[in-house]
């Protein structure tokens, strides 16, 4: 039986005066999928999910993330959807517990969930006696599995990740990515951009964006086959080879 879908957009467009960042874009993801969302920079991927979690109005098209409508359901949507980000995730001046605690009370979860469910996340991670240590004291891999926990402790329908994993070792990222297949079991959407384009070979479905419009879309196995190549990176560069914006 085929998974519902999630997030499901139809000629999203988003314009800044004469420029448009994003050009009719179309898509939809399912339950459960890891969807990697790729693109040089500039080629409109910031400027997609901004508009996916409800933080940017399109200028036209449609669309809907967990149920709701992007344009009319904005504040709905994002109590259904997690958060990610390379440049800010974590207070450094807060402890362990209290970053949890913050966020989970900003997603809206009750004092006696937070207690529930951040023992529980203790537990699994094995960081029991981090719990009231300043975030800026514990290592890089613990502050992501932090960040990814953070995100993901009220149980989203969807969890945006934007180059969560910029910046870290090979071996970390391995680490974050077998929380992200956890979180794609137990049925969590996970919709990620990345520069490292092997981690393009972990997800189920691959995007890839040129100048504001999706030029290919379908898993890493199809993709290599369609533009004869070996790895995601020569897709991607066989894609986005024509791009007028970007570095």
């Known amino acids: 039986m085929a998974k519902e879908t999630v997030i499901s957009v139809k000629d999203l467009t988003k314009k800044f005066g004469s420029f448009t960042a994003v050009d009719h874009i179309t898509l939809q993801v399912r339950r459960g999928e890891i969807f990697g969302f790729l693109g040089a920079n500039g080629a409109g991927k910031t400027t997609a999910m901004r508009m996916l979690c409800g933080l ?5 098209g449609t669309g809907t993330v ?4 992007i344009l009319r359901q904005a504040e709905d949507i994002k109590r259904r959807i997690g958060y990610m980000s390379q440049k800010f995730s974590l207070y450094e001046n807060l402890t362990v517990w209290e970053n949890l605690n913050l966020f989970a009370t900003i997603y809206g979860m009750s ?3 937070i207690r529930e469910k951040t023992d529980a996340v203790f537990r699994v991670l094995g960081m029991e006696n981090m719990r009231d240590v300043l975030v800026k004291e514990i290592p890089l891999g613990w502050k992501q599995k932090l960040a990814f926990t953070a995100a993901t402790l009220h149980s989203p329908d969807v969890v945006f990740l934007d180059e969560p994993t ?3 070792d090979p071996a970390t990222r391995r680490k974050f990515w077998e929380m992200i297949y956890r979180a794609s079991s137990e049925g969590m959407t996970v919709f990620v951009t990345t520069h490292y384009l092997d981690e393009a070979e972990y997800c189920h479905r691959v995007s890839i964006m040129v ?4 030029k290919a879309l379908d898993s890493p196995a199809a993709l290599k086959q369609q533009y004869h190549a070996a790895t995601m990176d020569e897709v991607f ?6 791009a007028q914006r970007g570095e």
């Open 56 to 60: 940017s109005f399109p200028t036209s």
């Open 66 to 69: 967990a149920g709701y409508d």
């Open 111 to 113: 004092a006696k969930s």
């Open 166 to 168: 910029g910046g870290v």
């Open 211 to 214: 100048d504001g419009r999706i």
């Open 237 to 242: 560069r066989i894609v986005a080879r024509d």
